[in-house]
C-alpha cells in the first residue's frame, strides 16, 4: 500500500515568490493535514481538509492557503514568500471514521526562501 | 491552551539499555496520542497511538502508556540499538473527536544510541 507522498521534495525560492506544495493520500483517506516544521517552533498545525473542505485552520496569516481536489489529492499555497517561511512542510492522511484514528505522514517538502 | 512537553530534549545511552521517554501534555481532555519517530530530514514515522480509554499499546520493543487524569505518557524502549537513534516526538488530537485530526505535537527528544 503506498503511503503519503509529497512534491516536490524540495524547493527553493526568492522572497517575494509564491510557491504551490502538493500531497497525495494514502488510497482511501479524505482528511489531509498540513504542518510546517522549523526548529524554533517545532511542529506547527497549518490546516486541515476533508472532503475538499477545510475543517481547521492553525494561526498563520492569510499567505498561507490551501484546497483539496475530489480524489483527495491536498495542495498548499503560499504568497509573497518570506525568509521565516523556510521550513519542512509536512502533510498527514487519516482514514475517515470513528475517532482516533492513526495518522500517516508524507516525507515532506523542504522549502527554502533566499 | 493545549501544551505538549517532552522531557528530556536530548538523551544519550550506550547500546542494549532499555529507555523511557516523557510527554506531558496540559489539557487531560484529549482524544488519542500518539508517538512518532523522525530521521534527521525525514517525514514522521508513526509508531504507536494509543486511544483515550486505553492505557498502553505495545509494538516490539516498543512500549507506550497513557495516564489521562495526570497528563502523561511514556514510551519505553527495551535493548535500545544504534538504529534507534532519531527524534521521538509525542502529539495529542484533543478531544472534540471526529471534528477535526489536528495534533498538537511536542518539542521532541532527540535520542543517541552509542554502539
Known amino acids: 500500500k503506498a503511503g503519503v507522498t509529497q512534491t516536490p521534495r524540495y524547493l527553493i525560492k526568492t522572497r517575494g515568490q509564491q510557491v504551490t506544495l502538493s500531497c497525495s493520500p494514502i488510497?482511501?483517506?479524505?482528511?489531509v493535514s498540513w504542518y510546517q516544521q522549523t526548529p524554533g517552533q517545532g511542529l506547527q498545525f497549518l490546516f486541515e481538509?476533508?472532503?475538499?473542505?477545510?475543517?481547521n485552520k492553525g494561526n498563520f496569516p492569510g499567505r498561507f492557503s490551501g484546497r483539496q481536489f475530489s480524489n483527495s489529492r491536498s495542495e498548499m499555497n503560499v504568497s509573497t514568500l518570506e525568509l521565516g517561511d523556510s521550513a519542512l512542510y509536512l502533510c498527514a492522511s487519516t482514514k475517515p471514521g470513528q475517532g482516533g484514528n492513526e495518522q500517516f505522514f508524507g516525507p515532506g517538502t523542504r522549502l527554502t526562501v533566499l | 491552551k493545549q501544551e505538549v512537553t517532552q522531557i528530556p530534549a536530548a538523551l544519550s545511552v550506550p547500546e542494549g539499555e532499555n529507555l523511557v521517554l516523557n510527554c506531558s501534555f496540559t489539557d487531560s481532555a484529549i482524544y488519542n496520542l500518539q508517538w512518532f519517530r523522525q530521521d534527521p530530514g525525514k517525514g514522521l514515522t508513526s509508531l504507536l497511538l494509543i486511544q483515550s480509554s486505553q492505557r498502553e499499546q505495545t509494538s516490539g520493543r516498543l512500549n507506550a502508556s497513557l495516564d489521562k487524569s495526570s497528563g502523561r505518557s511514556t514510551l519505553y524502549i527495551a535493548a535500545s540499538q544504534p538504529g534507534d537513534s532519531a527524534t521521538y516526538l509525542c502529539?495529542?488530537?484533543?478531544?472534540?473527536?471526529?471534528?477535526?485530526?489536528?495534533?498538537?505535537f511536542g518539542t521532541g527528544t532527540l535520542l543517541a544510541v552509542q554502539p
Open positions: 488510497s482511501g483517506h479524505r482528511s
Open positions: 481538509y476533508f472532503s475538499e473542505t477545510q475543517r
Open positions: 502529539a495529542v488530537k484533543e478531544g472534540y473527536g471526529g471534528a477535526t485530526n489536528k495534533l498538537i
